[in-house]
């Protein structure tokens, strides 16, 4: 069974304050890994997908990375706009596979 | 496009009341999800469509939830006789597979709004 383990739970950051979450996952095979954003009372929103391990993809202020066991996004000099919920998801490739979604990273941008 | 619509945004019922959700899909895609959200649990897949027709149900929690898709525009997620505990904002998404085969591609997955239930 595929499973996605999301760290930290909730972050904090003053705005110019880089970090990165973290995305555990295990998984038979990897057909992709997702990231997604969530604002308050809305859809989770499309951002990244990884392929393989040693893949990077840039979007803004954010960067997310691929290894064989986790992926990570990295947030630089981050503003209150970034705020949001951050989903991790992983899709595995025995012939059609569903999407196995993390409980997400709660990041809070203060000015 | 205008992306996933669902209807209603938020939806306030009694328990034991019939509850219909809505899903339109964006046009050409040929997958269709419905999830629950919950803080406790994250989002959770209740069932998925290809083609409008149901490929795996296992994640519906009773036999109180069902899902139809009569066509490719439109889906549809009902609860009878809803509860408190089905309270939750439930989630449409849809897919269109990159490559013609199950074995190559990958799905990335669009969300609609999602509707925010509430069972009293």
């Known amino acids: 069974e595929d499973q996605v383990t999301q760290s930290p739970e909730a972050l904090r950051l003053q705005e110019g304050e880089s970090s990165s979450l973290n995305c555990s996952y295990t998984?038979?095979?990897?057909?992709?890994l997702f990231w997604y954003r969530q604002d308050p009372g809305k859809g989770p929103e499309f951002l990244f997908t990884?392929?393989?391990a040693g893949e990077e993809k840039e979007k803004e202020r954010l960067k997310a990375t691929l290894t064989k066991k986790e992926s990570f996004l990295h947030i630089t000099a981050p503003k209150p706009e970034d705020s949001a919920t951050y989903l991790c998801?992983?899709?595995?490739?025995?012939?059609?596979?569903?999407?196995?979604f993390g409980k997400g990273t709660m990041l809070l941008v203060s000015p | 496009d205008a992306g996933v619509i669902q209807s209603p945004r938020h939806e306030v019922t009694e328990m034991g009341q019939e509850v219909t959700l809505r899903c339109k899909p964006i046009?050409?895609?040929?997958?269709l999800f419905w999830y629950r959200q919950t803080m406790m649990r994250g989002l959770e897949l209740l069932i998925y469509?290809?083609?409008?027709?149901?490929?795996?149900d296992s994640g519906m929690p009773e036999d109180r939830f069902s899902a139809k898709m009569p066509n490719a525009s439109f889906s549809t997620l009902k609860i009878q006789p809803s509860e408190p505990r089905d309270s939750a904002v439930y989630f449409c998404?849809?897919?269109?597979?990159?490559?013609?085969?199950?074995?190559?591609?990958?799905?990335?997955?669009?969300f609609g709004p999602g509707t925010r239930l509430t069972v009293l």
């Open positions: 998404a849809s897919s269109h597979r990159t490559s013609g085969s199950i074995f190559e591609g990958t799905d990335t997955q669009y």
């Open positions: 998984v038979s095979g990897l057909r992709g």
């Open positions: 990884l392929y393989s």
């Open positions: 998801a992983v899709q595995g490739n025995s012939g059609y596979s569903t999407l196995t």
């Open positions: 046009s050409g895609h040929d997958y």
């Open positions: 469509f290809n083609n409008n027709v149901p490929i795996d």
